[in-house]
């Protein structure tokens, strides 16, 4: 008997869905559209279908499985209630107590849990990745926003709320960038993709440098693979966004650092495929705020998670890690 | 039988010695000096002697006690190791195995542990203080530095290598004041006794204030106490130091908050007496550097330890913790 996991990640605008092995293998996956008609209940319902019709294709595959758990990430999700409370890219108001909704279709299933997409990263990485031997680590997503997972003494730190691990939130300078959640200077300003656009608007002000690579792009149409793109072809703009996001970068991993003392910082999402043009400055920066006790100690580490399947995987851990 | 432990707390000129009961009750104390003499041999047989000696006085008080545990605070306390490690204002070079050379004097005695100084305070609180219903909560120790003690889920994070806690080291304003600890903007030199003087006398020269009542002291000479008397009659400058230190310290804590979402955070320490002076404007700077997530939630309380004796009844915490 093959015992497996399904692991749901719940965006803004699809629901992905796999049937997820004990190794992380993703054994067969789906998704489908996150509604933005807001009825809770009805998307339950597809969700609920979704998931039944993906055990039955697995077990098409594979008839000797065991489904033990659902693990579920979402953007605000809780998980002390189960819920997704306030969260501002999904059509359904207030808290929804999705796990509840989601026990009554699979009566059947030991575990499902379910926490917000970062945390789900981090169990991932603990379960399946690099940090399987580690129990003390912090897991940055790097993205349209900045999430994290922290993780002490083996276990995902939730907090007396349920809401830990939001270090895309601390305040790189202050009175800086506006941040989506309407605060200043915060590090997701700086350090997601979004942010690199930032970054490299004001150099393109700074420098005047109309002969960047980067010059001819609108705003809207800026991104972070062009950004990247024209730092692999040595546009001095281009480079110069990935030493200061690596800058931004170090300053709020070295306050992580000295919060929590890890042994290691996992970095996860599409700036990681940068390598050394974002790990280097982000290394030197932390290395430079850190305390002397914590120098030289720190590994700073690309996630080992599969890129395209992360969000499932990750949340396809949090299922294990109940069982276990 | 009364059960009693011992609290140890090494500072860099004294060593507070106390005997305390499960209530924390300091029922006798005395201290002898730190050396500066660099041998840690002999300091170690004068400690030793000194606690027997406390031991023997509480027994001759009340003979029907019975000594659990000694707990140490001390700066660069390793948990993990039981040791002192490469502590700035101790003369003892490198790695001091203090709870080893400790044992040795008293193989009677269950638990013998040592952390540093603000984790001590940490676990103060959770036992014998305001944090004995928490689970999670933070504790900052304003002083000459600033400490801090993170506990999650009942138990005090000491992370990968025993350090974790320290707070003081955040970068509050890149490229800001020079820190102790050599690194740049870092929260202590913006919210420690200290610090505020600096803040101070910042102010004075940005007023050109003559008239201020602290304008008549040197550097060396204007301390946080002064501060706090001239801001208690109305000095403009003293009263803006209250509220720029309450500024940089709430946007510190709600970078733990983000990290850690914890219930409380406690304030210990001289400046705290100062009560609304303080916490207002800390509490109004740490909700609007806040995810909404976490507004209007988190409690900034004052430490309920009493601050004359909070080093001892701290560290003798710390081996009730290990009983426990």
């Known amino acids: 008997m093959k015992?497996?996991?399904?692991?749901?990640?719940?965006?803004?605008?699809n629901t992905a869905i796999g049937v997820v092995d004990e190794l992380g293998h993703v054994l067969t996956k789906d998704s489908i559209s996150t509604p933005d008609h807001g009825d809770i209940n009805r998307y339950i319902n597809d969700l609920a279908?979704?998931?039944?019709?993906?055990?039955?294709?697995?077990?098409l595959i594979n008839e000797d499985i065991e489904v033990l758990g659902i693990g579920i990430g979402a953007p605000n999700g809780n998980y002390y209630n189960g819920t997704i409370e306030y969260a501002p890219?999904?059509?359904?108001?207030?808290?929804?107590?999705?796990?509840?909704?989601l026990k009554k279709h699979f009566e059947d299933i030991e575990a499902v849990a379910l926490t917000n997409d970062a945390n789900a990263a981090a169990i991932g990485e603990m379960i399946y990745g690099g940090a399987k031997e580690m129990k003390n680590f912090v897991m940055y997503t790097?993205?349209?926003?900045?999430?994290?997972?922290v993780v002490v003494n083996g276990d995902l730190?939730?907090?007396?709320?349920?809401?830990?691990?939001?270090?895309?939130?601390?305040?790189?300078?202050?009175?800086?960038?506006?941040?989506?959640?309407?605060?200043?200077?915060?590090l997701e300003a700086y350090c997601?993709?979004?942010?690199?656009?930032?970054?490299?608007?004001?150099?393109?002000?700074?420098?005047?440098a109309?002969?960047?690579?980067?010059?001819?792009?609108?705003?809207?149409?800026?991104?972070?693979?062009?950004?990247?793109?024209?730092?692999?072809?040595?546009?001095?703009?281009?480079?110069?966004v990935f030493e200061l996001t690596g800058q931004y970068l170090g300053q709020g991993i070295a306050d992580t650092v000295h919060h929590l003392s890890p042994e290691a910082i996992f970095l996860f999402g599409g700036p990681t495929a940068a390598g050394d043009l974002i790990f280097e400055p982000t290394i030197k920066s932390m290395e430079n705020h850190l305390l002397p006790i914590f120098k030289n100690k720190i590994k700073v580490l690309k996630s080992e998670l599969d890129a395209g399947d992360a969000a499932i995987v990750g949340a396809s851990a949090l299922a294990w890690k109940e069982l276990g």
């Open 3 to 13: 015992k497996v996991s399904v692991g749901v990640d719940i965006g803004g605008t």
């Open 49 to 59: 279908g979704a998931i039944r019709k993906l055990i039955d294709n697995a077990k």
């Open 89 to 101: 890219n999904l059509s359904f108001n207030g808290v929804v107590p999705l796990v509840d909704l």
């Open 142 to 149: 790097l993205g349209t926003g900045v999430g994290s997972g």
């Open 157 to 186: 730190v939730y907090g007396a709320d349920g809401f830990a691990g939001e270090c895309g939130h601390t305040t790189l300078i202050p009175g800086g960038r506006l941040c989506g959640c309407g605060a200043l200077g915060h």
């Open 192 to 208: 997601s993709a979004p942010g690199m656009k930032r970054t490299a608007f004001e150099l393109l002000a700074k420098y005047n």
């Open 210 to 240: 109309g002969d960047s690579l980067l010059a001819d792009k609108s705003f809207k149409d800026l991104n972070s693979k062009m950004i990247y793109d024209a730092a692999k072809q040595g546009d001095k703009v281009a480079l110069e």
